[in-house]
């Protein structure tokens, strides 16, 4: 399956090499959130463009900033910790600390892994086993459902990926009891996957944002 990856989101996926290994999934929310900080605080120092998606995103800092400017920028480790924090859609580092004491649900990252594939049998086969996780949100502060996921928008950087058939994989959530109305919480307030889908750079620049829209707007979607 082809996936779709815009270049600022390979960067950030090349920053990060070791977030697909089992040790590092298996860490807590609050430990891998300040392993990412701590490579972003160092990248940074480095003047590392790598870093301009995770940092031009959620950092506050950025506002106002051009590409340049952002490496020149002063940056604390509390800083990046803050940035971290705000894309995984906590409210701030202490928000991590309080809420983020275990590793996120194995069985949604993997199914959410699996969608991101493009792997719509294997995606299938994980919600006939465990029907719940159609309607199950993520561990991380945002409370996204694997529908949400879909549109490429506001869930971490480097899941910002669009699979070509996104499309299908979204009717099939849906053949599965996804809610399409569901509220996640990034940017500050509800969004359902439509919102994300519809305003998202990437599904459009891979194509296949028209056939996506339409699958998140059926049955009692959001019919703008």
């Known amino acids: 399956m082809t996936i779709y990856v ?28 300040a392993r990412q900080a701590e490579t972003v605080f160092q990248a940074h120092g480095r003047r590392d463009p790598r870093v301009r998606m995770q940092l031009g995103s959620w950092w506050p800092g950025a506002t106002g900033l051009a590409s340049d400017a952002l490496l020149d920028a002063t940056l604390m480790l509390d800083d990046a910790r803050l940035t971290l924090a705000r894309e995984h859609g906590f409210e701030d580092w202490g928000d991590v600390e309080t809420r983020g004491d275990a590793a996120p649900s194995s069985a949604f990252e993997d199914a959410l892994d699996a969608m991101l594939a493009g792997d719509a049998d294997r995606l299938d086969a994980a919600l006939d086993e465990t029907p719940t996780l159609v309607t199950e949100v993520s561990s991380f502060g945002h409370q996204a459902t694997l529908l949400h996921y879909i549109g490429a928008n506001g869930v971490e950087s480097h899941r910002q990926t669009v699979p070509m058939n996104a499309p299908e994989l979204a009717h099939l959530l849906i053949a599965h009891g996804a809610e399409v109305n569901a509220m996640a919480t990034m940017y500050g307030g509800g969004q359902t996957p439509f919102d994300l889908a519809s305003t998202s750079a990437h599904p459009r620049n891979a194509g296949i ?6 699958a998140l707007r059926i049955d009692g979607g959001n019919n703008r």
Do not use: G
Not at 12 to 29: F, G, K, M, N, Q
Not at 209 to 214: F, G, Q, V
């Open 6 to 33: 815009a270049p600022e989101v390979a960067d950030v996926i090349a920053l990060h090499p070791y977030l697909s290994d089992p040790e590092y999934r298996a860490s807590t929310i609050r430990n891998q959130l």
């Open 209 to 214: 944002a028209d056939a996506l829209n339409a």
